[in-house]
T-cell receptor, first 113, second 114 residues
Framework: QKEVEQDPGPLSVPEGAIVSLNCTYSNSAFQYFMWYRQYSRKGPELLMYTYSSGNKEDGRFTAQVDKSSKYISLFIRDSQPSDSATYLCAMTYPTDSWGKLQFGAGTQVVVTP | DGGITQSPKYLFRKEGQNVTLSCEQNLNHDAMYWYRQDPGQGLRLIYYSQIVNDFQKGDIAEGYSVSREKKESFPLTVTSAQKNPTAFYLC?????????????FGPGTRLTVT
């Protein structure tokens, strides 16, 4: 079983809708949780990171962490065609100070005009 | 502009040949990483380096080698011992201890071996 599970999609939504993405994980030691966006044939770019539980908001993006359920989410409000990409979750342990990240497989999102 | 560069963007090689992928960063980051990405499998760590002249194996190091002679550079060699080398290779860097969860990626090199 993989440490981090993520539905590969594709997830297709109309422009303006809310995109809801999530990952589940098995290792309760994970403390840092990241979301990356990857456009086709490009390198991933860091969107947001959160430490431990709670919510974090940045513009149209909201990241949530529920450590009791080992579940993290990313919400994209007012989605745009430019949000069409693959979204990767990643996580790591606080004791591993050099950042060996565990990635999910990524969810492909398609926002249709 | 600060960033990470990888070259070449596309690389084609015959089976049995070694090939070296370049990664350079001017972000003044201490740590650098190499990942491999295959369809449906996410990113898997090949090697990482915390400081110059030091590096550690990741989860899938067999068939790969690296060097870290300069802080800015972390080249990856895909050797003929790598059984399935065709993949998208990504280099990343971070400030290291305390902020290593913030990794910044290069544009990637797509390697095709036939």
């Amino acid at each position: 079983q993989k440490e981090v599970e993520q539905d590969p999609g594709p997830l297709s939504v109309p422009e303006g809708a809310i995109v809801s993405l999530n990952c589940t994980y098995s290792n309760s030691a994970f403390q840092y949780f990241m979301w990356y966006r990857q456009y086709s044939r490009k390198g991933p770019e860091l969107l947001m990171y959160t430490y431990s539980s709670g919510n974090k908001e940045d513009g149209r993006f909201t990241a949530q962490v529920d450590k009791s359920s080992k579940y993290i989410s990313l919400f994209i409000r007012d989605s745009q065609p430019s949000d069409s990409a693959t979204y990767l979750c990643a996580m790591t342990y606080p004791t591993d100070s050099w950042g060996k990240l565990q990635f999910g497989a990524g969810t492909q999102v398609v926002v249709t005009p | 502009d600060g960033g990470i560069t990888q070259s070449p963007k596309y690389l084609f090689r015959k089976e049995g040949q070694n090939v070296t992928l370049s990664c350079e960063q001017n972000l003044n980051h201490d740590a650098m990483y190499w990942y491999r990405q295959d369809p449906g499998q996410g990113l898997r760590l090949i090697y990482y380096s915390q400081i110059v002249n030091d590096f550690q194996k990741g989860d899938i190091a067999e068939g790969y080698s690296v060097s870290r002679e300069k802080k800015e550079s972390f080249p990856l060699t895909v050797t003929s011992a790598q059984k399935n080398p065709t993949a998208f290779y990504l280099c990343a860097s971070s400030y290291g201890q305390g902020r290593s969860y913030e990794q910044y990626f290069g544009p990637g090199t797509r390697l095709t071996v036939t």
